[in-house]
C-alpha cells in the first residue's frame, strides 16, 4: 500500500514539474532521472533490509527451537546461552565456560 501512496505523491510531483515550470527539457530529464535513482535506491534498501531481518528472525527462530546456530566460529544454543529478544544478543550463561560472551544474532548462520 505504501508503494502505491508513492507512486501517487511521484506522479503529482511529476505532473507539477510538467505543467507548472519553466525548465527546459534537459533539466526536467535531469530532475526524472535523480528521483527516479532515489526511488530505486529507496526500494532496493528496503529489500536488502527485509532480507536481513529474515535472516536474523530464522536464527533466533532455530535457537529458540533448541538447535544449534553457527556464530562467527562459535556454536550457539540453549544450554550454553540465553537470548536477549530486545537487542536479539545472545548471552553466554553463568556457570559455562561462555560466561558475559555476547553475541550479536546478525552475525549468525
Do not use: W
Amino acid at each position: 500500500m505504501a508503494y502505491i501512496a508513492g507512486l501517487v505523491i511521484v506522479g503529482f510531483f511529476f505532473l507539477a514539474l510538467h505543467y507548472f515550470t519553466e525548465l527546459t527539457r534537459y533539466q526536467k530529464t535531469m530532475i526524472t532521472t535523480v528521483i527516479l535513482v532515489v526511488v530505486l535506491s529507496a526500494v532496493a534498501f528496503n529489500a536488502y533490509s527485509n532480507s536481513q531481518r529474515d535472516k536474523m528472525l530464522g536464527v533466533v527462530t532455530k535457537f529458540n527451537q533448541s538447535k544449534t546456530v553457527k556464530c562467527n566460529g562459535t556454536e550457539v544454543n540453549n544450554s550454553n546461552y540465553t537470548i536477549s529478544i530486545g537487542t536479539y544478543t545472545f548471552i553466554g550463561k553463568e556457570n559455562t565456560p561462555n560466561y558475559g560472551q555476547m553475541i550479536s544474532a546478525s552475525t549468525c548462520e
